[in-house]
C-alpha cells in the first residue's frame, strides 16, 4: 500500500470514527437522563432510586428501542455508541470488588469469621444445589453446562448491596457479616465457575479431563490474578501516604524528604479526597485491565488489592470512594448502563421456561440457604430480617460470566438461561433490599429509642465497653492541668493502641470542637469528652484517671477524675449513641465509679468492669 493510499484510509476511518461520536453522546445522554428521571420518580413512591435508575436506563437501552420500533432493528448505530461505554461498568464493577476488600480486614474478620462463613457455606450449599437438580430434572442440558449455570447462581450482586448499605449510611455489624458473607459467596463462584469452564472447554475440545489438568489451569490463572493484585496494592501505598503531614510541614519532614523522587511527587493524604480517588481508580483500572486482558479472575485482582489496603494501608482509600458529591454520578452512570445491557429472549419458550427455573430455585436458595445460615450462626433478628435480601440482587459478575460462557462455548441459549434472572433480580432483588434495610433501620431506631429512655441493662452495658477496653487502653495517671492537654492526652494514647490510623490533628480538633460547643462533664466527677471521625474502621475507647481531677464543665463545674474518651467511626451514627449510652449508664452506678476511683492496676480497674459484665442482674440500686 502506498502512502497516499495509506493516507486516504486513515482520513476515510477517521470520518466514519468521527460519525460515531454524536451518536455516542446522545445514546449516553438519553440513557443517563432515563435512569434519572426513573430514580427520581421511583424515590417519590418511596422506593429504591436504584430500581428506577435500572428501569430507565433499559427504557432507553437498544433492546426496548428496537422493540417497540423507535430504531430499526437493522440500524446498530445505537447499540455500538451504548456498548463502547460497557467498560465503565467492569470499572465500576472492579472498584466495589475492591471496597469489599475493606471488610476484609482482620479485626472485622474476628468479629464475623465463622458466622460468616457459615452463612456463605450453607446459603451456597442450598442454592447451587436447588438450581442444579431442578435443572437436571427439568433441562436436557449436559452435567457439566448444569453446575456451570448453578455456579453464576451462587454469586451476588456486591454494587447493589454496598451502593445502598452507603446510601442507606447503615454500618456496623450488618455492614461487615454483609461484606465477608457477600466476598466469599463471591469467591466460592468464580472459582467454581472458572473450573466448570475449564471442564466444559477440555470436554468440547476432547481433552483430558483428569483432575491435575484442570486444577492446574485454575489454581494458575487465580495465582496470577492474586499476583496482579499484589502490584495494585504496591502502586497505591506508594502513592498515598499512610502518615499525616500538613503541606507546610512537607519541607521540614526529614522523612519524607528521603523518600524517593516519585513518592514525593506523586504521594496525595491519607485523608478522603479526589486525588485519592483517582490514583485508586487508576491503579485498579491498569490491573483488572491486565487480568482480564489475560483472561483471569480480575475480580480476585481487585478483591485481594483491597484486601491489603485494609490490613496494611490507610482505610481513607475506601473512603475516597464514597466522597458524596461523586459517588451518585459513579451509581447513576452504573445503573444507567446496566439497565441499557439487559436483554431478554421471549420468542424462545425453552430457554424462558429454564429461566424461569433459575430464578425460582435461585430465589428460594437465596432466602431460605442465608436464614437457615444465619440461624445456624446464632445471628441476632436484625440481621437474621436484613440479610438474605443482601444476597439477591445479581448483575454484574453474573452478566461478565454469563457473556463469556455463551461467547467460549458458541452457546448463546446458555447467556439466555441467566439473563432473564439478572434483569429479574436487578428490579425484585433491589426492591427486596431497600425494604429489608428499612425494616432494619427501623430495628435500629426501636433500638435507640430503648436505650434513650430505659437504659440497657447495666451488664449489658457494661459487655459493650468491654468490646473496646483492655488494660492498655487506660491511663492512670493522667498529667494534663486543663481539659484540652488531657484530650491530647488521651488521643496520644489512642492512637498508641489503636491498629487503625488516627489523624492526630483532626482528631484534637474535631473534640475541642466539641467541647466548646458542649462540654462532656456529665456528672459525679465524670467526663465522656467523645467525636467521629471519618477513615476510622471501629470505636476507639481510652479510659484515664486523673488525681486531681479537671473541670470540664457540663452538668456541674466539679473537678472530674474519670475521663472515658470515645471515638467512633463517622459513617455509623448508632454505634456511637450506642456506646456513650452504655457509658452513661456504667457511670452513673456509685459501686463502679468507687471501684474505678480505687483501683490500683490497670488490671483491677478493667476487672471492676468484668465483674459487672459477667452479672445477670448487674449492681443493683442507683
Same mark, same amino acid.
Not at 6 to 32: F, N
Not at 78 to 87: R, S
Not at 302 to 309: D, I, N
Not at 556 to 585: F, K, Q, V, W, Y
Given at each position: 500500500?502506498?502512502?497516499?493510499?495509506?493516507?486516504?484510509?486513515? $482520513?476515510?476511518?477517521?470520518?466514519?470514527?468521527?460519525? $460515531?461520536?454524536?451518536?455516542?453522546?446522545?445514546?449516553?445522554?438519553?440513557?443517563?437522563?432515563?435512569?434519572?428521571?426513573?430514580? #427520581?420518580?421511583?424515590?417519590?413512591?418511596?422506593?429504591?432510586?436504584?430500581?428506577?435508575?435500572?428501569?430507565?436506563?433499559?427504557?432507553?437501552?437498544?433492546?426496548?428501542?428496537?422493540?417497540?420500533?423507535i430504531i430499526t432493528l437493522a440500524d446498530h448505530?445505537?447499540?455500538?455508541?451504548?456498548?463502547?461505554?460497557?467498560?465503565? =461498568?467492569? =470499572?465500576?464493577?472492579?472498584?466495589?470488588?475492591?471496597?469489599?476488600?475493606?471488610?476484609?480486614? =482482620?479485626?472485622?474478620?474476628? $468479629?464475623?469469621?465463622?458466622?460468616?462463613?457459615?452463612?456463605?457455606?450453607?446459603?451456597?450449599?442450598?442454592?447451587?444445589?436447588?438450581?442444579?437438580?431442578?435443572?437436571?430434572?427439568?433441562?436436557?442440558?449436559?452435567?457439566?453446562?448444569?453446575?456451570?449455570?448453578?455456579?453464576?447462581?451462587?454469586?451476588?450482586?456486591?454494587?447493589?448491596?454496598?451502593?445502598?448499605?452507603?446510601?442507606?449510611?447503615?454500618?456496623?455489624?450488618?455492614?461487615?457479616?454483609?461484606?465477608?458473607?457477600?466476598?466469599?459467596?463471591?469467591?466460592?463462584?468464580?472459582?467454581?465457575?472458572? &473450573?466448570?469452564?475449564?471442564?466444559?472447554?477440555?470436554?468440547?475440545?476432547?481433552?483430558?479431563?483428569?483432575?491435575?489438568?484442570?486444577?492446574?489451569?485454575?489454581?494458575?490463572? %487465580?495465582?496470577?490474578?492474586?499476583?496482579?493484585?499484589?502490584?495494585?496494592?504496591?502502586?497505591?501505598?506508594?502513592?498515598?501516604?499512610? @502518615?499525616?503531614?500538613?503541606?507546610? @510541614?512537607?519541607?521540614?519532614?526529614?522523612?519524607?524528604?528521603?523518600?524517593?523522587?516519585?513518592?514525593?511527587?506523586?504521594?496525595?493524604?491519607?485523608?478522603?479526597?479526589?486525588?485519592?480517588?483517582?490514583?485508586?481508580?487508576?491503579?485498579?483500572?491498569?490491573?483488572?485491565?491486565?487480568?482480564?486482558?489475560?483472561?483471569?479472575?480480575?475480580?480476585?485482582?481487585?478483591?485481594?488489592?483491597?484486601?491489603?489496603?485494609?490490613?496494611?494501608?490507610?482505610?481513607?482509600?475506601?473512603?475516597?470512594?464514597?466522597?458524596?458529591n461523586i459517588a451518585p454520578i459513579f451509581n447513576?452512570?452504573?445503573?444507567?448502563? %446496566?439497565?441499557?445491557?439487559?436483554?431478554?429472549?421471549?420468542?424462545?419458550?425453552?430457554?424462558?421456561?429454564?429461566?424461569?427455573?433459575? !430464578?425460582?430455585?435461585?430465589?428460594?436458595?437465596?432466602?431460605?440457604?442465608?436464614?437457615?445460615?444465619?440461624?445456624?450462626?446464632?445471628?441476632?433478628?436484625?440481621?437474621?430480617?436484613?440479610?438474605?435480601?443482601?444476597?439477591?440482587?445479581?448483575?454484574?459478575?453474573?452478566? %461478565? @460470566?454469563? %457473556?463469556?460462557?455463551?461467547?467460549?462455548?458458541?452457546?448463546?441459549?446458555?447467556?439466555?438461561?441467566?439473563?432473564?434472572?439478572?434483569?429479574?433480580?436487578?428490579?425484585?432483588?433491589?426492591? $427486596?433490599? @431497600?425494604?429489608?434495610?428499612?425494616?432494619?433501620?427501623?430495628?435500629?431506631?426501636?433500638? =435507640?429509642?430503648?436505650?434513650?429512655?430505659?437504659?440497657?441493662?447495666?451488664?449489658?452495658?457494661?459487655? #459493650?465497653?468491654?468490646?473496646?477496653?483492655?488494660?492498655?487502653?487506660?491511663?492512670?495517671?493522667?498529667?494534663?492541668t486543663t481539659k484540652f492537654e488531657v484530650i491530647?492526652?488521651? !488521643?496520644?494514647?489512642?492512637?498508641?493502641?489503636?491498629?487503625?490510623?488516627?489523624?492526630?490533628?483532626?482528631?484534637?480538633?474535631?473534640?475541642?470542637?466539641?467541647?466548646?460547643?458542649?462540654?462532656?462533664?456529665?456528672?459525679?466527677?465524670?467526663?465522656?469528652?467523645?467525636?467521629?471521625?471519618?477513615?476510622?474502621?471501629?470505636?476507639?475507647?481510652?479510659?484515664?484517671?486523673?488525681?486531681?481531677?479537671?473541670?470540664?464543665?457540663?452538668?456541674?463545674?466539679?473537678?472530674?477524675? &474519670?475521663?472515658?474518651?470515645?471515638?467512633?467511626?463517622?459513617?455509623?451514627?448508632?454505634?456511637? &449513641?450506642?456506646?456513650?449510652?452504655?457509658?452513661?449508664?456504667?457511670?452513673?452506678?456509685?459501686?463502679?465509679?468507687?471501684?474505678?476511683?480505687?483501683?490500683?492496676?490497670?488490671?483491677?480497674?478493667?476487672?471492676?468492669?468484668?465483674? !459487672?459484665?459477667?452479672?445477670?442482674?448487674?449492681?443493683?440500686?442507683?
Amino acid at each position: 500500500m502506498g502512502f497516499f493510499a495509506a493516507a486516504e484510509l486513515a $482520513k476515510q476511518v477517521a470520518v466514519h470514527d468521527a460519525a $460515531k461520536v454524536p451518536v455516542q453522546m446522545i445514546a449516553l445522554g438519553l440513557v443517563v437522563l432515563g435512569a434519572y428521571i426513573g430514580g #427520581r420518580i421511583t424515590k417519590r413512591l418511596r422506593m429504591s432510586d436504584v430500581t428506577g435508575q435500572m428501569l430507565g436506563g433499559a427504557l432507553m437501552g437498544p433492546y426496548a428501542l428496537h422493540t417497540l420500533g423507535i430504531i430499526t432493528l437493522a440500524d446498530h448505530r445505537y447499540d455500538d455508541a451504548l456498548y463502547a461505554f460497557n467498560f465503565f =461498568v467492569f =470499572v465500576f464493577l472492579c472498584l466495589i470488588a475492591f471496597g469489599i476488600g475493606e471488610e476484609l480486614h =482482620v479485626s472485622r474478620l474476628r $468479629k464475623v469469621g465463622w458466622a460468616a462463613v457459615i452463612i456463605s457455606f450453607v446459603h451456597c450449599v442450598i442454592t447451587f444445589s436447588l438450581i442444579a437438580v431442578s435443572l437436571y430434572i427439568f433441562s436436557d442440558l449436559s452435567t457439566l453446562k448444569i453446575l456451570l449455570l448453578s455456579s453464576i447462581g451462587i454469586t451476588s450482586a456486591p454494587a447493589i448491596s454496598f451502593v445502598m448499605l452507603n446510601q442507606m449510611r447503615i454500618e456496623g455489624h450488618l455492614r461487615h457479616i454483609t461484606g465477608g458473607v457477600l466476598v466469599l459467596t463471591d469467591l466460592l463462584g468464580v472459582l467454581l465457575f472458572s &473450573l466448570f469452564m475449564q471442564l466444559c472447554q477440555s470436554e468440547s475440545k476432547g481433552l483430558d479431563m483428569s483432575a491435575a489438568s484442570i486444577l492446574g489451569p485454575v489454581v494458575y490463572e %487465580v495465582g496470577l490474578a492474586t499476583a496482579i493484585g499484589v502490584g495494585v496494592y504496591i502502586v497505591l501505598r506508594i502513592l498515598v501516604r499512610r @502518615e499525616a503531614a500538613v503541606y507546610d @510541614e512537607l519541607s521540614e519532614n526529614k522523612n519524607f524528604k528521603d523518600q524517593p523522587l516519585l513518592v514525593r511527587l506523586f504521594s496525595a493524604h491519607p485523608s478522603p479526597s479526589v486525588e485519592i480517588l483517582m490514583i485508586t481508580i487508576a491503579a485498579i483500572s491498569i490491573g483488572t485491565g491486565i487480568a482480564y486482558w489475560c483472561h483471569l479472575p480480575f475480580l480476585v485482582t481487585a478483591v485481594v488489592a483491597g484486601f491489603l489496603v485494609a490490613n496494611r494501608h490507610s482505610f481513607a482509600i475506601f473512603d475516597s470512594l464514597k466522597i458524596d458529591n461523586i459517588a451518585p454520578i459513579f451509581n447513576l452512570l452504573f445503573f444507567a448502563l %446496566v439497565g441499557a445491557s439487559m436483554t431478554i429472549h421471549f420468542d424462545n419458550s425453552k430457554v424462558m421456561t429454564l429461566a424461569g427455573i433459575y !430464578i425460582l430455585m435461585r430465589t428460594v436458595g437465596k432466602i431460605a440457604g442465608t436464614w437457615i445460615g444465619c440461624k445456624v450462626a446464632g445471628e441476632d433478628r436484625k440481621v437474621v430480617t436484613a440479610l438474605p435480601s443482601q444476597l439477591l440482587p445479581q448483575t454484574g459478575v453474573a452478566a %461478565v @460470566e454469563a %457473556v463469556y460462557m455463551g461467547q467460549v462455548l458458541n452457546n448463546p441459549e446458555l447467556s439466555g438461561v441467566i439473563l432473564p434472572g439478572i434483569v429479574f433480580f436487578g428490579v425484585f432483588g433491589v426492591i $427486596k433490599v @431497600e425494604r429489608a434495610l428499612r425494616k432494619y433501620l427501623k430495628l435500629e431506631e426501636e433500638e =435507640v429509642d430503648d436505650v434513650r429512655e430505659k437504659g440497657s441493662p447495666l451488664s449489658e452495658a457494661a459487655r #459493650r465497653l468491654l468490646a473496646y477496653l483492655s488494660p492498655e487502653s487506660v491511663i492512670l495517671d493522667l498529667k494534663g492541668t486543663t481539659k484540652f492537654e488531657v484530650i491530647e492526652e488521651m !488521643i496520644d494514647k489512642a492512637r498508641a493502641v489503636s491498629p487503625h490510623h488516627i489523624d492526630r490533628e483532626q482528631a484534637i480538633q474535631v473534640v475541642n470542637e466539641r467541647e466548646r460547643l458542649a462540654p462532656t462533664g456529665v456528672g459525679h466527677g465524670i467526663a465522656l469528652p467523645h467525636c467521629r471521625l471519618i477513615g476510622l474502621d471501629e470505636p476507639v475507647l481510652i479510659l484515664g484517671r486523673h488525681e486531681k481531677g479537671v473541670v470540664f464543665g457540663g452538668i456541674d463545674e466539679e473537678p472530674c477524675s &474519670l475521663i472515658l474518651l470515645i471515638i467512633t467511626s463517622g459513617r455509623n451514627p448508632s454505634e456511637h &449513641l450506642h456506646i456513650m449510652a452504655s457509658a452513661a449508664h456504667v457511670f452513673n452506678n456509685p459501686v463502679i465509679r468507687h471501684n474505678l476511683k480505687s483501683a490500683a492496676t490497670s488490671e483491677l480497674l478493667m476487672l471492676s468492669i468484668i465483674e !459487672i459484665a459477667e452479672q445477670k442482674g448487674g449492681v443493683g440500686g442507683l
